[in-house]
């Protein structure tokens, strides 16, 4: 069965547009070229940027062997009719900003990059990058008023991938044998859930002791700020743009992969009329299905903590919002 709203994958008409390019959009770009997942079209306020960056990987497409188009544009005309738009655009994490600062600055941009890429492709998915990465997807959802399958966050992938990582270090075990899970917010308050991580079907309970489970646990819900602090003047962005790159391929392909995203819950763990990470199906029509994993008692009050703060800081960016528009 294929989607309505999205062509055939043989053909060149098939259209992602990234708003934002700095390095997590730049990067994603020659992701999704390179593994001729879809045309990209690449969108930034910089004139000359993006149409620079766009020119570098089309002259690369002999070397990495495909017939995918890449334009930059500062243009939201030139996104119409995206099957899928990822919005990256916004102040990263960086030593010395603050959450109040970050929301504020980060509202506006989301708010009104969604708006008027919507406008242009009224069909398409919406995946949302930017930080604070859970209030960014809500307000997006809220702003463009499309199916709540229609929009999502990219959030858990990356965490998941971050412990997954760290565990296969520890254990010094290859990576292929390791499956990581990481709920909730993408942020301090995540939920890396250890009962369900294992190596070849093992939980890691059994392969090292709580004190190293704890350790792992901690370094996930920092892996973001770490880099920031290794980097100084920048955030991460190889991982990150891997993360969404599954995303649309899932999309796109109609995988219905398994994956943890950062959707909308309606009394799904117990949470309403909020946007948080934790594990869906992903397919040409978005969000296919939710799954709601057992918690126990403790990772239950860490989940809705986690969700609490997500909903302060909407109500934040909103006042915000108000108060410009």
């Known amino acids: 069965m294929t989607s309505p709203h999205f062509p055939s994958l043989n053909s060149p008409s098939t259209r992602v547009s990234i708003i934002g390019a700095g390095k997590v959009g730049s990067t994603l770009a020659q992701r999704i070229a390179e593994k001729n997942l879809a045309d990209v079209v690449l969108l930034d306020i910089l004139e000359g940027w993006p149409q620079g960056i766009a020119l570098d990987l089309m002259q690369a497409r002999g070397l990495e062997c495909h017939e995918r188009q890449i334009i930059g544009t500062n243009n939201y005309a030139d996104t119409a009719n995206s099957n899928i738009i990822v919005i990256t655009a916004g102040l990263p994490r960086k030593p010395g900003i603050n959450r109040e600062d970050l929301i504020k600055i980060n509202a506006r941009i989301v708010t009104e990059a969604a708006k008027k890429a919507i406008a242009h492709s009224p069909e398409a998915i919406l995946i949302v990058v930017t930080n604070p990465l859970d209030v960014m997807t809500y307000l997006a959802w809220e702003a463009t008023g499309l ?167 909407i109500e934040e960016a909103r006042a915000t919002l108000n108060t410009i528009y």
């Not at 296969?168 to 990481?182: D, H, M």
């Not at 946007?275 to 709601?292: A, H, M, N, S, T």
Request: net charge negative.
């Open 147 to 313: 199916p709540k399958h229609r929009v999502m966050g990219m959030a858990g992938i990356l965490d998941s991938s971050r412990f997954q990582n760290f565990i296969a270090i520890e254990l010094g075990v290859s990576l292929a044998q390791v499956n990581a899970t990481v709920l909730g917010s993408h942020g301090d308050l995540m939920l890396p859930l250890p009962r369900y991580s294992t190596v070849n079907g093992v939980p890691i309970s059994q392969l090292m002791d709580a004190a190293a489970i704890a350790r792992l646990v901690d370094r996930t819900r920092h892996g973001g700020a770490e880099i920031v602090q290794l980097m100084q003047t920048s955030s991460a962005y190889f991982a990150p743009a891997s993360s969404v790159c599954l995303m649309v391929e899932s999309i796109l392909f109609n995988l219905s992969r398994l994956l943890p995203c950062c959707v909308y819950l309606q009394g799904e763990y117990g949470l309403q009329d909020l946007f948080l990470g934790v594990p869906c199906r992903l397919g040409y029509q978005g969000v296919e299905q939710i799954l709601e994993l057992e918690l126990t008692e403790p990772e239950r009050t860490n989940f809705m903590e986690s969700g609490q703060l997500v909903w302060q800081n």
